[in-house]
C-alpha cells in the first residue's frame, strides 16, 4: 500500500481510514484502489475534495454494498474536516476498462454531510474520470490505472462533455433552483469552464488550469464571473447574486452554442 500518496498529512490518514475499512469489507476481491480528481492534478486545496475509485475483480454484490454503505455511514460522521470530503464510485475491472450503456450503474458516494453510498449511473460523461486515472491517478493499491483501462481519444472526451451540456447543462436551464444554492454556482462556471477546455484542446485540466485559460478567451462579462466563481469556492456558505446565477445560465447557453459550432470558435 502507498503509505503516503499525497503531500497532506490529515489526507493521507483520511485515506488510509478508507483504505483499511474497504479492504475489511470487499478482502481479496479487490483489484485496485486509486485517487484521482485534484490530487491527481496536483491543485488540491482546502475546498476540494478526495477523488477516489476502487476497482473489484467482480461487480459489488448486494451484500457487499449493504456492508459499504454502513462503512461510510461511519466515515461520514467521523471527526477528520476531510471525512464528508470523500467522492468516489466502485466499479468492476470489466466496467472500468470502457463505458457500456448496459452496466452504467455502479455504487457511488458524494462528497458532503450525510451523503450515503448509492447505486448512480456512470454515464459517458463519467469518461473525464477513466482519463485522468489512466493519465494521472495515484495508485493506492495494485496495478497501475493504465492496465485497467482503455485509452481515452479527445473524440471521445469531446463527446462526453457534449453529453455532459445536453444532459447537466440542459437540466440547469431548465431548473436553475439548483444554481441559488451556496456553493453550487461557482462549481457550474468552474465545471464550464472546463467543458470548454475539452472541446477545444481534447484534454481534461484542473478547475484553476482551465478557470486561468478561460478568462483571456472568453473575455468580459465572463472573465468577471469566472473570477467571483473562483473566489467563491473558497466561501461555498455563500450565496451567489441573482446576476450571476442569470450569467451562469446564459454560460451555459454559450457553451452548448459552441460545442455545437454555433458560436464564434474558441482561438486561444
Same mark, same amino acid.
Request: proline fraction near 6%; charged fraction near 20%.
Given at each position: ?20 475499512? $474497504?479492504?475489511?469489507?470487499? *478482502?481479496?476481491? $479487490? ?18 475534495? $478526495? +477523488? ?25 460522521? *467521523? ?24 452496466? =452504467? ?35 493506492? +493499491? ?7 483501462? +482503455? ?11 457534449? *453529453?455532459?451540456?445536453? *444532459? ?41 488550469? =482551465? ?40 454560460? $451555459? ?16
Amino acid at each position: 500500500m502507498n503509505a503516503h500518496p499525497t503531500p497532506y498529512a490529515d489526507v493521507n490518514q483520511m485515506v488510509h481510514m478508507l483504505v483499511t475499512d $474497504i479492504r475489511a469489507v470487499l *478482502g481479496e476481491s $479487490i483489484t485496485g484502489i486509486y485517487l484521482d480528481g485534484s490530487l491527481a492534478y496536483g491543485d488540491f486545496d482546502e475546498a476540494s475534495d $478526495i +477523488d477516489f475509485l476502487v476497482v473489484t475483480a467482480e461487480r459489488v454484490s448486494e451484500a457487499q454494498f449493504a456492508a459499504l454503505h454502513d462503512m461510510h455511514a461511519r466515515l461520514n460522521a *467521523g471527526p477528520s474536516q476531510w471525512a464528508t470530503q470523500l467522492e468516489g464510485s466502485y466499479l468492476s475491472r470489466i466496467a472500468v476498462r470502457r463505458y457500456d450503456p448496459a452496466d =452504467a450503474y455502479h455504487p457511488n458516494i458524494e462528497r458532503g454531510s450525510g451523503q450515503q453510498l448509492k447505486w448512480a449511473q456512470h454515464d459517458a460523461g463519467w469518461m473525464t474520470h477513466r482519463y485522468v486515472l489512466r493519465e494521472r491517478g495515484i495508485v493506492i +493499491d495494485g496495478p497501475p490505472a493504465r492496465t485497467l483501462i +482503455d485509452p481515452v481519444s479527445p473524440d471521445d472526451l469531446r463527446s462526453a462533455m457534449r *453529453g455532459v451540456l445536453g *444532459g447537466w447543462g440542459t437540466q440547469l436551464l431548465a431548473e436553475p433552483v439548483w444554481l441559488n444554492s451556496a456553493g453550487y454556482q461557482p462549481y457550474a462556471v468552474l465545471s464550464l469552464c472546463r467543458i470548454l477546455y475539452t472541446l477545444h484542446r481534447g484534454t481534461i485540466a484542473s478547475k484553476q488550469a =482551465a478557470a486561468q485559460w478561460a478568462k483571456p478567451v472568453l473575455g468580459q462579462p465572463w472573465e468577471g464571473l469566472i473570477e467571483r466563481a473562483w473566489l467563491a469556492r473558497q466561501r461555498p456558505g455563500t450565496a451567489p447574486m441573482p446576476e450571476d446565477v442569470k450569467m451562469t445560465q446564459d454560460l $451555459i447557453r454559450l457553451v452548448i452554442k459552441r460545442s455545437r459550432g454555433e458560436s464564434r470558435p474558441v482561438t486561444a
